[in-house]
Nanobody, 125 residues
Framework: QVQLVESGGGLVQAGGSLRLSCAASGRTFRTSAMGWFRQAPGQEREYIGRILWISGNTNYADSVKGRFTISRDNAKNTMYLQMNALKSEDTAVYYC??????????????????WGQGTQVKVSS
């Protein structure tokens, strides 16, 4: 199995930046992709973006394109989410996820096999 732990959440003012980390451990050698999702109170879990583990190819939702950047450190089995120009509507619990043996269907939660516990991001205006 794979364990995922998010870190880096907190309180930030609108227009500010925050960097989230997702550290993977366990049977990580079969990881094909990792992704970020977020969920605000009363809303469904929303796709943010993903990175293919071998190639480093990234994909982003339109709502964050140009502001958020996903990267990874293969040696550390860690994925990052750099968030810039934060808005109040970015306030949510942010989750990382890992997929094994797949590189498609990754814009939906059903495309992933493992999930972290989530980390809270609050953007004040």
């Amino acid at each position: 199995q794979v364990q995922l732990v998010e870190s880096g959440g907190g309180l930030v003012q609108a227009g500010g930046s925050l960097r989230l980390s997702c550290a993977a451990s366990g049977r990580t050698f079969r990881t094909s992709a990792m992704g970020w999702f977020r969920q605000a109170p009363g809303q469904e879990r929303e796709y943010i973006g993903r990175i293919l583990w071998i190639s480093g190819n990234t994909n982003y939702a339109d709502s964050v394109k140009g502001r958020f950047t996903i990267s990874r450190d293969n040696a550390k089995n860690t994925m990052y989410l750099q968030m810039n120009a934060l808005k109040s509507e970015d306030t949510a619990v942010y989750y990382c996820a890992a997929a094994q043996g797949r590189d498609r269907g990754l814009t939906m939660p059903s495309g992933y096999d493992y999930w972290g516990q989530g980390t809270q991001v609050k953007v004040s205006s």
